[in-house]
């Protein structure tokens, strides 16, 4: 699995899954495919992180998408992520920080309004 997030204001959502994959009475799996500290100083070149954000994607089985409250705003490294998901065919899960479980228009990023994707809230299960 592959999480794209905004890196400056839904980390914290991140640093979460990683720690449910660490806790033993939790049944949740995930490939860390990040390496933040090699991308984030050349991440400004457009060829640089759409090569690393493919070749992240290339290990995964699937693409989830934490959507928050500026990740609309990100649309060029959506797009990105989008074109490369789209090239190696991965499902789409949007996690939403809002707790919805539909799409939420108003944070959504408008390239993934019209994807085949499925919304849920972002949250242990209950």
Not at 14 to 30: Q, S
Not at 85 to 97: Q, S
Request: hydrophobic content about 40%; proline content about 2%.
């Amino acid at each position: 699995m592959y999480v794209a997030f905004d890196g400056d204001n839904a980390k914290w959502a991140y640093a979460f899954m990683k720690g449910w994959k660490t806790n033993d009475r939790v049944d949740f799996d995930l490939e860390d495919a990040h390496d933040l500290d090699e991308m984030t100083s050349r991440a400004q070149n457009e060829a640089y992180v759409k090569l690393k954000l493919k070749e992240r994607m290339k290990s995964s089985e699937a693409l989830v998408v934490i959507v928050g409250e500026k990740t609309k705003n990100l649309y060029k490294f959506c797009a990105l992520g989008n074109r490369a998901r789209d090239e190696l065919g991965l499902p789409i899960i949007v996690a939403n920080l809002n707790n919805k479980t539909q799409i939420d228009s108003g944070l959504c990023p408008p390239i993934l309004q019209d994807a085949c994707a499925v919304h849920v809230a972002f949250k242990m299960e209950e």
